[in-house]
């Protein structure tokens, strides 16, 4: 069964109690839930949250030998690392970026993201919701 990788950044261990006026009330467990839901029968859900960056490199190097995609959260890191980004582009297949608020209506700096240069969608802005639409949509493109 083919595995989707579901990619975490810093701070999001605290979803529901950070900002909850920005990211609602939902928790990280709530948002697993919803993955595994959306993936129904068709794949299995590998759902990890760090706050390192060097961790997050390396569950994507991971990925690369045991999954047929990657959706990422990358958080602050979005902004920040190259290093992210250099592993995303090691990876052959799709990547879905995810952003649980609209990053476009935010601070200047949150405009720009390293990931985008490499990811095959970008959700933004539909809350938590936005994963299970990017974990539908790396099936999509998986068949």
């Not at 605290?14 to 990211?23: A, F, M, N, S």
């Not at 200047?108 to 969608?121: I, L, T």
Request: charged share 20%; glycine share 8%; net charge negative.
């Amino acid at each position: 069964m083919k595995t989707i990788y579901v990619l975490n950044g810093p701070n999001l261990n605290l979803l529901g109690q950070r900002q909850p006026e920005i990211y609602g009330h939902e928790t990280l467990a709530d948002v697993e839930t919803m993955c595994r839901a959306a993936a129904e029968d068709k794949a299995q859900i590998r759902f990890l949250q760090t706050n390192w960056e060097g961790q997050l490199v390396d569950w994507i190097q991971e990925a690369r030998g045991e999954a047929c995609g990657i959706v990422i959260n990358p958080a602050a890191l979005t902004h920040s690392s190259v290093a992210v980004l250099d592993a995303l582009n090691m990876f052959d297949g799709p990547v879905i970026e995810v952003h649980i608020s609209q990053i476009h209506k935010r601070e200047p700096f949150r405009h720009f993201s390293y990931v985008s240069q490499r990811a095959d969608g970008v959700v933004a802005g539909f809350g938590v919701e936005g994963y299970p639409a990017a974990v539908r949509r790396v099936l999509s493109l998986t068949g």
